[in-house]
């Protein structure tokens, strides 16, 4: 069943830590020990509480729901596995992981040993994956695959090579100044070459 999201209601996560992950890594931009929490605490950007359950209404989140979820991820995180999201699954996931992490797993420990901390993600528009569709001199095509004269799309905003996909952060800036050179020489009049469509 599928139910939808008032339109009315937030749409946020939340990302969850103990005090031993928030003081090794840091928790968004809230960073790890020498640095002080407080200004982050009393900004109300990180959340701060000794139990979950505290945390929990601190964030608005449900305390029985988050205790539940709390404790689920804390069983099969002290094997190492993280069967909601697959954390750590696979030899580029650990290669991120946490390299001096005596667990079986770099990428997922238990959350368990108070104070805990929360910082909230609300949806972003990064940029696109779709983009607009263009030919090889980044020019843009219209419904009927012809050119819209003096308008050029590149990075994000053109249809991105790897078809929708985003395999790693920066993906997009190699194509960005690759195809803006060529719109930029395109725009001049100056084409020294011929791209193959």
Not at 62 to 91: C, M, W
Not at 143 to 153: R, S
Request: glycine share 12%; hydrophobic share 35%.
């Amino acid at each position: 069943m599928v139910t939808a999201t008032p339109s009315n209601e937030e749409v946020a996560s939340w990302l969850i830590c103990d005090h031993r992950f928030q003081r090794l890594y840091g928790l968004g931009y809230s960073r790890p020990f020498p640095i002080p929490v407080w200004s982050n605490i009393q900004s109300g950007y990180l959340k701060k509480a000794n139990t979950i359950e505290e945390l929990a209404i601190a964030c608005g989140i449900n305390p029985q729901g988050l205790v539940q979820t709390i404790n689920n991820y804390n069983v099969h995180a002290k094997e190492g596995k993280d069967p909601e999201f697959g954390r750590g699954s696979t030899p580029f996931n650990r290669k991120q992981g946490d390299p001096l992490h005596k667990g079986p797993n770099p990428c997922v420990a238990p959350i368990q040993d108070g104070p805990f901390y929360a910082v909230k993600v609300q949806a972003g528009s990064f940029g696109t994956f779709a983009g607009l569709r263009t030919n090889g001199y980044a020019q843009v095509l219209n419904e009927k695959n012809e050119t819209i004269p003096g308008l050029y799309a590149v990075g994000t905003d053109m249809s991105s090579i790897m078809g929708g996909y985003y395999p790693s952060g920066g993906v997009n800036l190699g194509p960005a100044m690759t195809f803006g050179y060529i719109a930029g020489r395109h725009a001049a009049g100056i084409n020294k070459y011929e791209v193959n469509h």
